[in-house]
């Protein structure tokens, strides 16, 4: 994507002013600075590197760095003049900081060994196709505008609309390293960010679509604020696109779970760790704690490795669950009904598709179209 088609994508997270490249003379005056110890980050940490490349904010509020091509446009990374007098403007740290970090990281680095239902399977794709062609169609809109929250590759790889302008955002370096797909996607760019303060300014995007987003969601702070976001960007004939990992209405039981394991009819290691994450969700305030997944886990699988090749699963199966001891996090099954309550101000549901291997209705594709 050229830098002027970034540009005309993302703003100023904080103060939604423009953004523009930064000159060479420009960055000089600004490292000499860093190197002065006269620059901090927003949030007021200090700025420990120079920048190779960087975005000024229209206005000269702040500076964003741009590193391997991925603009850093986080509330709380903006570097401003230590003596600026500008408070923190981050909406605080990441849906479960440490523990959504390390989990994030484990995963970003080993993406291509995931199997669906935790990434879209085909039939998820199509289904994205077919709902998001459908709505840019009624918009009659010549060049869709798309944000993916998240950098799902199967999303961005995916058949959009002719002329759709994709853009990507993500809170991990780690995801968008690993897992963008930046050389087979020529219309679309990745950027840091939090989903709660988009780079974005508002109403200018026809889609929003995601792929179990709200799952790292605090209940209910950010859900709520996350929801607020997403009316913001999208126009009034846009839609919210996204595919739910939702708990059932009817509880699933733990004992039936592990009886479905044992007779082969659970498919692998990540529709293992789904349902019976969904299983243990007995609040909808408190969600699931990780730590309590490892422990209900292996009470009932103590050796693994005698169980798991019957199963058919593939090597790297075997301690899947481990990075989930004694984590204290905690993720968001909230069901369908609970979802749609939680976007009811801003939105309203229109259609919603469970694909076939869905046999409980934990991952259907949704649409939501925003009320005026």
């Known amino acids: 994507m050229k830098t002027h088609d970034l540009l005309d994508l993302v703003c100023c997270p904080v103060t939604k002013a423009p953004l523009r490249i930064m000159t060479r003379q420009e960055l000089r005056e600004l490292n000499a600075s860093i190197a002065r110890g006269e620059a901090r980050c927003a949030d007021c940490g200090p700025v420990n590197e120079t920048l190779d490349a ?122 968008i390293r690993h897992v963008w797909p930046r050389d087979v996607t020529p219309d679309g760019v990745a950027a840091r960010a939090d989903w709660r303060a988009m780079p974005v300014r508002d109403g200018v995007y026809d889609i929003v679509i995601g792929d179990g987003i709200l799952l790292w969601q605090r209940y209910p702070e950010d859900f709520y604020a996350l929801a607020s976001e997403m009316r913001r960007v999208l126009k009034d004939d846009g839609a919210l696109v996204v595919r739910l990992f939702a708990k059932p209405d009817k509880d699933d039981p733990i004992d039936a779970i592990f009886d479905d394991l044992r007779r082969g009819r659970i498919a692998n290691a990540a529709a293992a760790h789904l349902r019976l994450g969904m299983a243990l969700r007995r609040d909808l ?55 749609s309550d939680v976007l009811s101000e801003g939105f309203r549901l229109t259609e919603c598709r469970v694909p076939t291997y869905d046999e409980r209705g934990m991952f259907p594709t949704v649409v939501f179209r925003p009320k005026p």
């Not at 484990?106 to 060994?113: C, D, I, Q």
């Not at 990780?290 to 019957?310: I, K, M, Q, R, T």
């Not at 204290?328 to 979802?339: C, H, N």
Request: hydrophobic share 45%.
């Open 54 to 175: 960087g975005l000024a904010a229209e206005g000269g509020d702040g500076a964003y760095r741009v590193l391997d091509g991925v603009p850093i446009l986080l509330p709380g990374l903006r570097i401003v003049k230590a003596d600026s007098g500008t408070v923190r403007s981050a909406p605080g740290s990441p849906p479960g900081s440490s523990g959504v970090a390390k989990v994030w990281e484990v995963w970003g680095a080993k993406w291509n060994t995931i199997l669906p239902p935790a990434r879209p399977s085909a039939e998820d794709v199509t289904a994205f196709e077919q709902l998001v062609g459908g709505v840019c169609a009624e918009a009659n809109e010549s060049v869709p505008r798309a944000v993916l929250l998240g950098v799902t590759p199967e999303i961005a790889r995916m058949r959009w609309p002719t002329g759709t302008r994709l853009l990507a955002l993500d809170f991990s370096e780690v995801v």
């Open 285 to 339: 305030n408190s969600g699931t704690r990780l730590g309590d997944a490892y422990d209900v886990w292996h009470a009932n699988v103590p050796d693994e490795a005698a169980l798991l090749p019957s199963l058919g699963w593939p090597p790297e199966s075997l301690g899947s669950f481990d990075l989930y001891r004694g984590l204290d996090t905690r993720v968001a099954f909230l069901t369908l009904a609970e979802v």
